[in-house]
């Protein structure tokens, strides 16, 4: 419920103490693997952990690894997606990738039976589907489109892990397999392999859990960066994100995320989670021990208390616009 953490209105250091208690309270707990089917993200420190809260009036706060370094992976689904909307516009993005929930694990190779297409932008045939929308607009210039807006919403220039993108390339089969049947459903279109390579790209950009909750904010403030004020994405185009990010964002989780948690929320297999408080804060946690759907055990339990103990849940009775950030205001 909404007391164990007393949030009085006085700004800086309760978002401080409540962000140390939660940190405090989550980190003994060491469950769950690190994610090997990528060899190259097994080279992280299993026991990392950060998190950091940014605020839509550019204040962020932060505790453990929020400035460690690791790959977004899945997380970068919603912001491609966000991009994708903006650059074709919701049908025709709608006529290429649904906004269903699979209920299947991220990787699953299957599509919606009534429309044959992707189920949802956020498991991998639909992210892979929405690389191809981003490059039939932009070619060969997609990845530095994307970059420049990832970069815009953390605040700071983003580069990629080389090392990650060649080991997820190499051994990417399964998203292969997935692109090239979305070429037979007509989800995607020739050629499909820059369009794997820009996937795979974008899954192998270097973010850090404070980054994540810039980038985050960034949704929350409907697109524009409440650090630097750069507009970064479309306000429509952050809506239907959000939409679908609370819908289908923890992989075959999702359902239970927003009865427990309730928040538009993304998550990635290098470790990462980014949350988003409409109007309110983006929240960005990395610990990399995932649970069995491929979340990251810390970041779930530490989404679960921020949700309950700050208020934050879509449809708690106290959340007439959190009252951590109306305390912060
Ligand atoms: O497609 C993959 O295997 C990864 N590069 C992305 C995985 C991830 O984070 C899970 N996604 N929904």
């Not at 045939?125 to 420049?148: K, P, Q």
């Not at 339990?301 to 849940?313: Q, Y």
Request: aromatic share 8%; glycine share 12%; hydrophobic share 40%.
């Amino acid at each position: 419920m909404n007391a164990a953490v007393d949030i009085p209105y006085a700004p800086h250091p309760a978002l401080e103490a409540g962000l140390a208690s939660v940190h405090e309270r989550c980190l003994p707990d060491t469950s769950g693997e690190v994610a090997t089917y990528i060899p190259e993200l097994a080279n992280v420190e299993p026991d990392a952990f950060g998190i950091a809260l940014a605020t839509i009036d550019g204040r962020l706060c932060a505790r453990g690894d929020a400035e460690r370094a690791f790959t977004i992976q899945s997380v970068s689904k919603a912001f491609s997606y966000c991009l994708a909307l903006e650059l074709l516009g919701r049908d025709e993005v709608f006529r290429h990738v649904g906004v269903e929930p699979s209920g299947d694990a991220f990787n699953a190779i299957v599509f919606d039976p009534r429309t044959g297409r992707p189920f949802n932008p956020m498991v991998n045939a639909g992210a892979i589907t929405v690389c191809g929308l981003i490059r039939s607009v932009h070619g060969d210039g997609a990845l530095d489109f994307v970059m420049e807006r990832f970069s815009g919403a953390a605040g700071r220039p983003l580069s990629i892990s080389e090392d990650v993108y060649r080991s997820e390339a190499l051994t990417g089969h399964r998203n292969r397999a997935i692109g090239h049947l979305l070429l037979t459903v007509g989800a995607a279109s020739e050629p499909i392999e820059p369009t794997l390579d820009l996937y795979f790209k974008l899954c192998s950009i270097l973010v850090t859990a404070t980054d994540l909750a810039r980038m985050g904010a960034t949704l929350a403030n409907i697109g524009v960066n409440p650090f630097t004020g750069e507009s970064v994405f479309d306000v429509a185009a952050v809506r239907d994100t959000l939409s679908v990010m609370f819908t289908c964002g923890m992989y075959d989780y999702s359902g239970n995320w927003a009865l427990d948690v309730g928040v538009p929320a993304k998550s990635g297999v290098g470790g990462g989670i980014v949350g988003v408080i409409n109007r309110q804060l983006g929240i960005g946690t990395y610990s990399p021990r995932l649970d069995r759907k491929g979340n990251s055990v810390r970041g779930l339990a530490a989404f679960r208390i921020l949700a309950d103990e700050f208020g934050l849940h879509a449809f708690e009775c106290t959340n007439y616009g959190s009252e951590l950030v109306r305390g912060v205001g």
